[in-house]
Every structure is written in structure tokens, then in C-alpha cells.
């Protein structure tokens, strides 16, 4: 087995895994089942109802039939019709993925931008002020929680100074134009800076050990010797071999960030799936809670596959071993 077909082969069975698990765990569950469905309401029902409700949803067939219907489900694109709004649930994901991947994209750039060039500089500067005093700053900022740095983000821009609005996509009865546009920016300003301040960290550390371990490089010493400039050390010969780790940590945050963050959008109202499943998980909404899911994997498995794909082309190094195995 060549090294693509065993790549193609563990991610499907992840993509297996994943589906199972997500069939599995509403029906693991304890209790009855109409009750996750309806909640307390289930016991007005009669066991005509009862045994009606089941079948509508398919809980009333053999368990391995329901998970050949799931299977075909997801082949087909019917994920199941949401309870709380009765609404296909592939419908009500499309109108939430939008905000999310406005936010999730916006993030990623501000903190991919910032981190490596926080990184860079901080490696640049190994171990004199400059670099303790980035790392010290960057690493209390990577200790906060998201909803604290949320909360506390909402009492000084929105409540003490009212700068910026503090829930919410767009404002209430909005007329459209480019009014509406200043608006959504606004309002994406504090979710997007408290994505940047709780991610930043991580690309940050991974940047400047990627490039404090490039620099102690033989080829580093070569190009000094030739009398390349300090600038063009860093920049033309140590970040561009630093980059694969680098790339790496930016894809998993990209599938993390374009899945949904379930605290940033739940403290700021933000229509997002990360807010839908929030909403879902109080409305036991399990249809759509089933697709949110679905999509973060997939998400995240696109994501983590374009990193392998993209791998030989960042670093030459990596197509060559592929080529000796």
C-alpha cells in the first residue's frame, strides 16, 4: 500500500468512525426516547402518539435499519427535518454557516497575521527582553478562557465606553445598504477579538519554536558566513523551512474555528453553528444537533486533508520521502 492510498483509507475510516459515533450516542442515551424528542410534553401523549411520534422519526425500526436510512441520509443530503423549527435541517445549516465562516475566517487571518509575526520577531530576538517579555504577554493571554475574555471585552467596549454593540449579527430591523455592512463589521469586531486573543498563543508558540529551531540550522550558519543580511536569514532562508509546522497548526485551527466556537457565538448572540447547537442542545433539537456535528466533521477532516495535500508543496523535503517510500 502506497502512501496515498493508506492516507485515503485512515481518513475514511475517521469519516466512518465519526458517523458512527454520531448515530450511536442520541440512541446510547438512557430514557425514553420520545422524551429527548419532546422533553416533558412527552407525557401528555398516549401510547398511540407515542408509538406514532416514533415511527415518524424512524426510532421504531430494527436498529440496524435505522442506521443503513442514516447512512443514505447523509448520501443523499436528508439530515432529518429539525423539530424546533420544521425545517430541513441542511436548510437551517445553510443559513448559519455564513456567519460562522465570516467569523471562523475573520479570526483565522487576525491571528495567523499576528502569531507569526509576534513568532518571528520573538525568535528573532531569542532570549533578550524583547522575546521574554512577547512570550510572557502571549502565554497570559493563552491562559484566558473565551467566555471570560468575552465577557470582559463586552464591559469595556459595549457597557463602560458603548463603542461597540455587544450581541448580535446584524441590528434589528436593518434596512440593508452599506449601513448594514458597517454594522455587521462592528459587531464582528469583539467575537473576532476574542478568537484572536484565546488562538494567537498557539501559532504564536509553534511559529517561534519552529523558527528558534531553524535558525541553530547549518544552512543558517552557510548563509551567515556568505554574508547574507540578518533580515534575509530570518526571512528568505529560516521562516520558509519553519513553515510545515506552521501550516499545520493553522489548518487544525481552521477546522475548529469554521466548525463553530459554542462559546464565543452563545456569549455574543452570534448566529452561528456554534450558537445553533448551543440552541439545540436546550431545545433537544437531536436532528440538528446530528448535522451540526456532521458538518464540523467533515470540516475538520477537509481541512486536515488539504494540509497533506499541501505538505509537498510547502516543503520539498516531505514529496522526496514519498517518493523513497
Not at 29 to 53: C, I, M, N, Q, W
Request: net charge positive; aromatic share 10%; no cysteine.
Amino acid at each position: 500500500m502506497n502512501r496515498f492510498s493508506g492516507r485515503i483509507l485512515a481518513y475514511g475510516l475517521s469519516l466512518f468512525v465519526a458517523l458512527t459515533i454520531n448515530f450511536a450516542l442520541p440512541r446510547l442515551a438512557p430514557g425514553d426516547p420520545a422524551y429527548f424528542l419532546l422533553g416533558r410534553a412527552v407525557s401528555e401523549l398516549t401510547d398511540a402518539e407515542r408509538a406514532k411520534l416514533l415511527s415518524e422519526v424512524g426510532l421504531d425500526r430494527p436498529i440496524l435499519e435505522q442506521y443503513g436510512r442514516y447512512l443514505a441520509g447523509i448520501v443523499t443530503g436528508d439530515w432529518g427535518i429539525s423539530l424546533r423549527f420544521g425545517k430541513p435541517v441542511t436548510a437551517i445549516l445553510a443559513e448559519r454557516v455564513p456567519w460562522t465562516l465570516l467569523l471562523g475566517g475573520s479570526a483565522l487571518i487576525v491571528s495567523v497575521l499576528l502569531g507569526m509575526t509576534l513568532g518571528v520577531f520573538a525568535a528573532w530576538k531569542r532570549g533578550q527582553k524583547e522575546d521574554i517579555g512577547i512570550l510572557s504577554f502571549v502565554m497570559l493571554l493563552d491562559s484566558m478562557p473565551a467566555f471570560w475574555v468575552a465577557m470582559m471585552l463586552i464591559g469595556v467596549f459595549s457597557v463602560t465606553l458603548g463603542l461597540l454593540p455587544a450581541f448580535g449579527a446584524v441590528p434589528i430591523g436593518a434596512a440593508g445598504g452599506m449601513s448594514q455592512v458597517i454594522e455587521v463589521v462592528r459587531r464582528l469586531i469583539l467575537p473576532v477579538a476574542t478568537l484572536t486573543v484565546t488562538h494567537v498563543g498557539s501559532v504564536f508558540l509553534i511559529t517561534r519554536y519552529s523558527m528558534v529551531t531553524a535558525l541553530r540550522e547549518d544552512y543558517i550558519v552557510m548563509a551567515e558566513a556568505k554574508g547574507v543580511g540578518e533580515r534575509g536569514v530570518v526571512f528568505r532562508h529560516a521562516l520558509r523551512n519553519a513553515l510545515l509546522p506552521i501550516y499545520t497548526s493553522i489548518t487544525v485551527m481552521l477546522g475548529t474555528l469554521l466548525g463553530g466556537n459554542v462559546v464565543v457565538e452563545t456569549v455574543f448572540a452570534y448566529p452561528g453553528v456554534g450558537r445553533l447547537i448551543y440552541e439545540s442542545i436546550l431545545a433537544r433539537d437531536y436532528a440538528v444537533m446530528q448535522g451540526a456535528f456532521l458538518l464540523i466533521v467533515f470540516l475538520v477532516l477537509a481541512a486536515n486533508l488539504m494540509a497533506d495535500l499541501a505538505y509537498p508543496l510547502i516543503d520539498p523535503r516531505v514529496r522526496r520521502q514519498g517518493v523513497k517510500e
